[in-house]
């Protein structure tokens, strides 16, 4: 009678141990990522004077941004943060970031070279890019529907957001969905819980 209880009692903790594993690995995946579109084709020229399009990014897990070196407000904070971001993932080579300068009369090659030793940008898929402006502001504003423009008004001479965009493998825009259902598109450059919401994401895709 007591092998039997035993059997018995085993048996109850084998099923309730499969039932169970499912439900642990539920709790700790990661968020539901929702597609928002494609990222257009562009073609730019980063702090090395090296062409960096879409091409280059294939088959890696990125960030996006839209910055420029002479900001003096949300800049500086945006970069430390994305160094962070390249600093979780030291040394993985699915891991990119692509920082468009919104002020590209200014963001020479030789500038931008000097920012990112400044930052301590050691990444080599970190690719700081200049262009021409137009198509830039563009990619901006229609591309990832991320605003920025001309401001002589403001100090520094643009506007613009301190959102990060995150990139998949095959070039498609991701975010987190929210409680609605709704996707949240961004990430928030600018506070932790952004950073740490993109960096838990990249993980998840990669």
Wanted: net charge negative; hydrophobic share 35%; with cysteine.
């Amino acid at each position: 009678m007591k092998n039997y209880s035993y059997i018995g009692i085993s048996f109850i903790i084998l099923l309730f141990g499969i039932w169970a594993v499912p439900k642990i690995v539920d709790h700790f995946s990661g968020a539901e990522l929702a597609t928002i579109g494609k990222v257009p084709n562009f073609s730019f020229t980063n702090q090395d004077e090296k062409t960096i399009t879409n091409e280059d990014y294939k088959g890696k897990v990125y960030v996006v941004e839209f910055f420029f070196t002479t900001c003096p407000s949300i800049c500086p904070i945006m970069n430390e943060n994305m160094v962070k971001i390249q600093n979780e993932f030291y040394g993985n080579p699915n891991v990119a970031i692509a920082s468009f300068s919104i002020d590209p009369e200014y963001d020479t090659p030789k500038i931008l070279k000097e920012y990112a030793k400044s930052y301590k940008i050691t990444n080599p898929n970190w690719h700081l890019l200049t262009g021409d402006k137009q198509k830039i502001h563009s990619l901006a504003n229609q591309g990832f529907n991320l605003y920025v423009g001309d401001a002589p008004q403001v100090e520094g001479g643009f506007e613009h957001s301190g959102f990060f965009a995150l990139i998949d493998q095959d070039g498609n825009i991701r975010s987190r969905i929210d409680e609605n259902g709704n996707p949240v598109i961004y990430y928030d450059g600018l506070e932790a819980e952004g950073i740490q919401m993109i960096i838990e994401d990249i993980k998840e895709l990669l």
